[in-house]
C-alpha cells in the first residue's frame, strides 16, 4: 500500500465517520428540502420491478457492463493446468498455453 493510497483511505475514513456522526441532521435536512418525497415517487412510478427487470436484461443481452466482463476475464482459470490466471495476458503464466478467449 503506497503512501498516496493510505491517505485517501485515511481520508475516506474519516469522512464516513463524520458522515455517520451528522448522518441524522443530513436526513432532517433532506426531509426539509423534499428530496425524499421527490426520490419516492420517482421509486414508486419509474423504478417498478418491470423496469429494474428490463434494464438488467438489456445489461445481460448487450454483453454487460465493462466492469463485470472485466472481472470475469480476471478470475478465469487456465483449461491445462488449472492455474488461475490474474494478468489480462494471453498466455497462462503457468505452463504458456494461449487462452482460448484471450
Ligand atoms: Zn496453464
Redesign the pocket.
Known amino acids: 500500500m503506497t503512501p498516496g493510497l493510505k491517505k485517501i483511505v485515511l481520508l475516506a475514513i474519516l469522512a464516513v465517520v463524520v458522515f455517520l456522526a451528522n448522518a441524522r441532521s443530513v436526513v432532517e435536512w433532506l426531509d426539509q428540502a423534499g428530496v425524499i418525497v421527490w426520490a419516492q415517487h420517482v421509486r414508486s412510478e419509474y423504478v417498478t420491478g418491470t423496469a429494474i427487470t428490463v434494464i438488467l436484461a438489456m445489461l445481460f443481452l448487450l454483453g454487460g457492463p465493462p466492469i463485470i466482463a472485466r472481472c470475469a476475464r480476471i478470475f478465469r482459470r487456465?483449461p491445462?493446468?488449472?492455474?488461475k490466471s490474474l494478468s489480462e495476458g494471453r498466455y497462462?503464466?503457468?505452463?504458456?498455453?494461449r487462452s482460448p478467449h484471450g
Open positions: 487456465c491445462v493446468c488449472g492455474q497462462c503464466g503457468a505452463c504458456g498455453r
